[in-house]
């Protein structure tokens, strides 16, 4: 079945940048636009056991019940504009959100892991991912964006760097799919207390910050200076 808005073969990152509300349909069934983004909607519905069509469907109608105007196509920034943005809108976010989710985690894990063991799992992948985080937004900050933004750039180095940045955004993926499997998809239970939902609530829109911020440097900045 053919979709008048999009197609099976398209990759799902191009279809992020191209209708960014598409992003929450993609986080709802776990398919990585940014790490993953060169894959097809079929191939990526395939992997997640995810009925192509239904996807399609899916994603058109949050096109076409988008609210409020579309948002600014990134790709449109210049690199100095959309470092600033990147820095000021997902970096500053994770300096303020990171240390707050890891003292969550502790606690609640600390009260509630004996009736739920998963979440001492939740924990440990909550501090690994903020143990990778921060040291990369400050490497990027530093290193990365100053180089990328350079009157003389140096090609080499960048390449490495950017290799580096590729390789680092995998493994905080794969960590963005421990805390997913260890709260069971973000799922509560009944006797969840406050600290539990806010936890939770926390988790939900980190992965979702994150997700878009790794997006925008893997396929809006990234291709800017790809050999």
């Given at each position: ?27 709802r069934h776990r398919i990585d636009f940014c790490c993953q983004g060169d894959q097809s909607i079929e191939t990526a519905a395939t992997a997640k056991k995810v009925d192509v069509d239904s996807l399609l469907a899916e994603l058109s109608r949050a096109i076409t019940e988008r609210r409020g105007d579309p948002q600014d196509d ?154």
């Amino acid at each position: 079945m053919e979709n008048p808005i999009l197609n099976r073969q398209q990759p799902v990152a191009r279809v992020v940048l191209d209708h960014s509300e598409c992003a929450q349909v993609f986080q709802r069934h776990r398919i990585d636009f940014c790490c993953q983004g060169d894959q097809s909607i079929e191939t990526a519905a395939t992997a997640k056991k995810v009925d192509v069509d239904s996807l399609l469907a899916e994603l058109s109608r949050a096109i076409t019940e988008r609210r409020g105007d579309p948002q600014d196509d990134p790709r449109e920034l210049t690199t100095p504009r959309l470092v600033a943005y990147i820095v000021s809108k997902h970096h500053e976010y994770l300096r303020k959100a990171l240390p707050f989710v890891q003292t969550l985690a502790t606690k609640v894990s600390r009260v509630h892991g004996d009736h739920n063991p998963k979440l001492r799992h939740l924990e440990a992948a909550v501090q690994e991912i903020s143990a990778a985080l921060l040291p990369h937004l400050d490497d990027e900050e530093q290193s990365l964006f100053p180089a990328l933004m350079s009157k003389q750039p140096d090609q080499t180095s960048i390449a490495r760097q950017l290799a580096s940045m590729q390789d680092e955004h995998l493994a905080v993926a794969k960590l963005l799919e421990r805390i997913r499997a260890a709260s069971d998809e973000f799922t509560l239970p009944e006797w969840a207390c406050n600290s539990y939902n806010t936890l939770f609530s926390e988790l939900q829109q980190l992965e979702s910050d994150v997700f878009t911020h790794v997006h925008l440097e893997n396929h809006v900045l990234k291709p800017r200076f790809a050999a």
